[in-house]
């Protein structure tokens, strides 16, 4: 399994998320609605960064996948939901690895 630093903060300092997160947070929930049963908006986010810090220490996405689910917690996302988060990640957060999601 990968280990990675998670990233800081995911608020743009108002208090709310950051136009960046909201854009992540609305792929989110289009692609997999029945997230919010599962994870807060915070969590999603840093589920977000999670999987970026994993693509920058060179990881593959199935085990980008492994360590969301590990991430997750007790109860894990449904495989779907991991995709959801996996490449709206890719897409507002790390572009650079959009690639390793295709």
């Known amino acids: 399994m990968v ?3 998670m990233a800081g903060g995911c608020s743009s300092g108002g208090g709310g998320p950051s136009p960046v997160d909201q854009a992540f947070l609305s792929d989110v929930r289009s692609n997999a609605p ?6 807060s ?3 999603l986010v840093r589920l977000g960064h999670v999987v970026c810090n ?8 199935e085990q980008v996948a492994d360590r969301l689910s590990v991430e997750s917690g007790s109860s894990s ?5 991991l995709g ?3 490449i709206a990640a890719a897409d507002h957060y790390c572009p650079q690895y959009r690639g390793l999601v295709s």
């Open 34 to 39: 029945d997230i919010g049963q599962f994870r």
């Open 54 to 61: 994993d693509f920058a220490a060179h990881a593959s996405y």
């Open 41 to 43: 908006p915070t969590d």
């Open 3 to 5: 280990v990675a630093a």
């Open 77 to 81: 996302l449904p495989t779907a939901d």
């Open 84 to 86: 959801a988060v996996i």
